[in-house]
């Protein structure tokens, strides 16, 4: 366990970490929880519980823990390839560009 002064030296502590896929906040204050979980630079931040996957959220790290996504519909479109098929019928007559 770590000690530390306050928020700020907590975020700081918490984001000079060369990974970054989970993290957790415990506080009754849940404005405050927040706040502090936009400032956290991890994959998931869990406020007053452990960190879990959930298949109905998106999961994934940032910095050297990973890249992309895993679950949900995010995690899925991390694994296909969308393609784009026009076409187009009297072409010179109703194309148009907006």
Avoid: C
């Amino acid at each position: 366990m770590t000690v530390v002064e306050n928020e700020d030296e907590a975020i700081r502590l918490a984001n000079s970490s060369k990974y970054g896929l989970g993290a957790s906040i415990w506080t009754k204050n849940l404005e405050k929880a927040e706040k502090l979980s936009r400032l956290i630079e991890s994959g998931i931040v869990s406020v007053n519980n452990v960190v879990i996957s959930d298949p109905r959220v998106p999961f994934g790290g940032v910095k050297q823990s990973g890249f992309g996504r895993e679950l949900s519909r995010y995690g899925m479109l991390e694994f296909v390839n969308v393609k784009s098929v026009r076409f187009y019928d009297q072409l010179v007559l109703h194309h148009r560009v907006e």
